[in-house]
């Protein structure tokens, strides 16, 4: 098929679509994987059919370990290949889930959640048996047997018939399928290397009506932006923790504070009131001692003699 789609898993890219641009509808291969070709749309409608068990292909073969195609490098998981000669755009307006049909009954499914179909079978005459079957995101291959559908309220995907004899054959796109490993895309690689544990609040205005994009000018749209950190794990834990300790602190310097403050008063009182009590203790002296000295001298007892003691006081 011409392209593949990759729904992003990530939640930064939440509502985008990335696929590779390949060059070829379709391709075979032989089965040493030694030599490729690119098929015309007149082989790839001969060599489809499943009423011809054989086709002709007139389209000249390369060697497989020479070729710099994406399709092949995708095709041979080569990923250091791939990240050098693929090309990536971004489709930022896409409604999912898409499906496209590959061959023989096998459907692609790029999906942002778990899509689950119901399974409607015509096996044989006045007998329907009904089943389910499920996509995986963000790109699933699902396979209908013959006069199979599958739908649900997204998306519905219709049968194939044929009028042929039954016989059984090897099923080589199964074994393909089977070593494919459709989790080793790395398509948003990109993204996730330019906005690292960043949320995209919005796209901008200039994309919205973009049906499809490079991801290298994608992300060279998104790099003005004004993006959100999201929060490392237990943010709010460490957060509310230093805030209580803050607290603590602040309150423990205040009560210090307070309590020294307090004692620094009440050491002034304690004082004033020493001083106060010392200079009535003297005062009291002073006066007992003034009577004491009052006395009368001369032989005339007309003219008193009076007699006045010095007294010095020292307070403290």
């Given at each position: 098929m011409q392209t593949?789609?990759?729904?992003?898993?990530?939640?930064?890219?939440?509502?985008?679509?990335?696929?590779?641009?390949?060059?070829s509808q379709m391709?075979?291969?032989?089965?040493?994987?030694?030599?490729?070709?690119?098929?015309?749309?007149?082989?790839?409608?001969?060599?489809?059919?499943?009423l011809v068990k054989t086709c002709s292909i007139?389209?000249?073969l390369y060697p497989i370990n020479l070729s710099k195609l994406c399709v092949i490098a995708l095709f041979m998981?080569?990923?250091?290949?791939?990240?050098?000669?693929?090309t990536v755009n971004v489709q930022p307006t896409i409604i999912l889930p898409l499906a496209e049909y590959l061959t023989d009954g096998y459907w692609a499914v790029s999906t942002q959640n778990l899509l689950r179909f119901s399974l409607v079978c015509n096996q044989k005459k006045y007998s329907t048996s009904t089943l389910s079957i499920t996509a995986k995101p963000p790109i699933d291959i699902l396979k209908l047997n013959m006069s199979c559908s599958a739908s649900n309220e997204y998306i519905s995907l219709l049968p194939i018939y044929n009028r042929?004899?039954?016989?059984?054959i090897q099923n080589t796109f199964q074994n393909i399928n089977t070593h494919f490993n459709i989790s080793s895309l790395a398509l948003w690689k990109p993204l996730s290397i330019a906005f690292p544990n960043l949320e995209i609040p919005e796209l901008p205005p200039t994309l919205k009506d973009v049906k499809e994009?490079?991801?290298?000018?994608?992300?060279k749209e998104l790099t003005p932006l004004k993006v959100v950190d999201k929060p490392w794990p237990h943010t709010n834990s460490v957060l509310s923790?230093?805030?209580?300790?803050?607290?603590?602190?602040?309150?423990?310097?205040?009560?210090?504070?307070?309590?020294?403050?307090?004692?620094?008063?009440?050491?002034?009182?304690?004082?004033?009131?020493?001083?106060r009590a010392t200079y009535a203790a003297h005062k009291e002296m002073v006066s007992a001692e003034t009577e004491?000295?009052?006395t009368f001298a001369g032989t005339d007892d007309s003219t008193p003699a009076l007699r006045h003691n010095p007294v010095t006081l020292t307070l403290s």
């Open positions: 593949k789609y990759v729904h992003a898993k990530t939640p930064h890219t939440s509502g985008l679509v990335a696929k590779y641009q390949l060059e391709f075979a291969v032989n089965s040493e994987r030694t030599q490729y070709v690119l098929l015309t749309a007149s082989e790839v409608e001969v060599c489809t059919n499943r007139k389209s000249p998981q080569n990923t250091k290949l791939s990240k050098d000669v693929c042929e004899s039954t016989f059984h994009i490079p991801i290298k000018k994608f992300i923790i230093i805030g209580l300790i803050l607290t603590i602190s602040v309150v423990t310097y205040l009560l210090v504070r307070y309590f020294q403050i307090r004692q620094g008063k009440l050491a002034k009182k304690f004082e004033n009131d020493r001083v004491d000295g009052n």
